[in-house]
C-alpha cells in the first residue's frame, strides 16, 4: 500500500495503455518496495561504465586469431576439413569462428536492449522498474561495445535463426513474466557462459576484457531475474507453471542448437552436414555445450520451474549436474575478475608512464 497522500483516489486516476505486445503498465505505488531488488538498484547505479573509457581500444587483435586461443578450441578441430586446412586457411576460420560469436553476441544484447525497455513497461511493481532501467543502459552500452569489437575484426555475420526465433517469442508474448524468462534467465544466462568460456581461455587481452566487463554487468540481469521470478512463480497454477517449463525446455534445445555454427561454415564453403556431423558427436564440443548451460539450471531450479519436464529435458542433455551450482559464488568471481582486470590495466599504464619519465631524463 503506498504512503501517498493522494488527493483523489488512485483508481480513477490510474490508466493501462494496451499495445501489441501487450499492456504498458503504470503504478501508483511509488515507494521503494522489496530490499533485495532495491539495493541491486543502487549497485545497478553504481556500477554504470563507460566502454570509450574502460577498455583499451588501441589494441589491435591479431586477425588469424583474435582471441589468441588454442586450435582444440576451433569447433572442426581434428576433423577431415580442418586437417586439410593450410596456415593460412585455418587463420581464416579462426578470424570467422570470432565474428560469428560475437556478432551473435551484438544481436543478442541488442535482443536484451528491447526486452528490457518492455519490461520498464510491462512490469507491474516499481522497484522491477527502477533497476529494470539501469539495465537498459547496461544493454545500450554492451551493444556499443561488442559493435566496437566487430569494427576490429572487420567481419560480421546476421543473426542466427534459432536465436532470431526465441528473441520473437519472447517479444510477442504478452505477459510480463515471459520476458524475464526468456531473457533475463534463458538468453543471458546461455550468453554468460559463453561470455566465460571465453574470458578464461582468451590470450588476447581485448577480447578478454570485452567478456569480463559485459559479465560484470549480466551477473546483475540474472540475478534482477531471479528476485522477481522467485517471488512471482509460486502464486501460479501448476498449469501455468507446467506452460513456461514447456517454453524453457524447447528454448534450451534452440539455444544448444545455435552454436552449431551451420551458417558459418556455409559462409567458409565447407559441407555443413560434414561440419555439423562431426560438431555433433565431437567430444570436446558436447563438453563446451553442457558447460553453456551452467548457469541456466540452477536459477531454472531458484525460481520454481523444476517440474518432471525440466528435469528431464537437462537430464536428457547430460546438464542436469549443474543444478547445485552456487549461483551467489560465480556471480561474485564475475565481479572480481572484471575488477583483476582493471587493477592489471592501471597497473600496466603506470608503467607505461614511469618508463616514459624515465626515459625523457
Known amino acids: 500500500m503506498t504512503t501517498k497522500v493522494y488527493q483523489l483516489p488512485v483508481d480513477k486516476t490510474g490508466w493501462q495503455t494496451a499495445d501489441k505486445t501487450g499492456t504498458a503498465r503504470f503504478t501508483w505505488e511509488y515507494d521503494d518496495g522489496r530490499e533485495k531488488l532495491i539495493n541491486l538498484y543502487d549497485k545497478g547505479k553504481r556500477k554504470q561504465w563507460d566502454a570509450k573509457e574502460r577498455i583499451d581500444w588501441s589494441h589491435d587483435p591479431d586477425l588469424e586469431n583474435p582471441l589468441q586461443v588454442p ?53 507491474p511493481d516499481i522497484d522491477s522498474k527502477y533497476y529494470a532501467a539501469t539495465q537498459v543502459m547496461d544493454e545500450a552500452r554492451h551493444v556499443e561495445t561488442y559493435s566496437r569489437y566487430l569494427d576490429k575484426i572487420e567481419t560480421a555475420y546476421p543473426i542466427n535463426p534459432n536465436l532470431k526465433s526465441l528473441l520473437d517469442d519472447v517479444l510477442s508474448d ?27 581461455t582468451a590470450g588476447d587481452p581485448l577480447g578478454k576484457a570485452v567478456n569480463a566487463y559485459v559479465m560484470q554487468d549480466e551477473a546483475r540481469h540474472v540475478m534482477f531475474g531471479r528476485l522477481a521470478l522467485r517471488d512471482y512463480y509460486p502464486q501460479l497454477t501448476q498449469a501455468e507453471r507446467d506452460d513456461r517449463e514447456e517454453f524453457c525446455a524447447d528454448a534450451c534445445y534452440r539455444m544448444r542448437d545455435r552454436f552449431l555454427g551451420e551458417e558459418l561454415w556455409q559462409c567458409l564453403g565447407y559441407d555443413p552436414e560434414d561440419c555439423l556431423d562431426y560438431v555433433n558427436n565431437s567430444e570436446t564440443q558436447k563438453v563446451f555445450r553442457s558447460l553453456l548451460f551452467t548457469r541456466i539450471v540452477p536459477t531454472l531450479k531458484d525460481v520454481g520451474l ?48 614511469a618508463d616514459g619519465v624515465a626515459a625523457a631524463t
Request: proline residues 2%; negative net charge; charged residues 20%.
Open 174 to 200: 504478452s505477459r510480463w513474466d515471459m520476458t524475464y524468462l526468456g531473457m533475463q534467465v534463458l538468453i543471458e544466462g546461455l550468453a554468460l557462459a559463453a561470455f566465460g568460456l571465453i574470458r578464461n
Open 306 to 353: 523444476w517440474g518432471p519436464k525440466m528435469r528431464q529435458t537437462f537430464a536428457d542433455m547430460g546438464v542436469i549436474g549443474y543444478e547445485s551450482t552456487d549461483l551467489d559464488a560465480v556471480m561474485a568471481e564475475d565481479e572480481s575478475i572484471a575488477e583483476d582486470i582493471d587493477v592489471q590495466q592501471r597497473a600496466a599504464m603506470d608503467a607505461a608512464i
Open 71 to 123: 586450435d582444440e578450441l576451433v569447433p572442426i578441430f581434428g576433423s577431415p576439413v580442418w586437417d586439410k586446412l593450410n596456415t593460412a586457411e585455418r587463420g581464416n576460420v579462426r578470424r570467422h569462428m570470432v565474428a560469428w560469436q560475437f556478432s551473435q553476441f551484438l544481436h543478442g544484447e541488442q535482443g536484451a536492449l528491447i526486452c528490457t525497455a518492455k519490461i520498464v513497461q510491462t512490469v
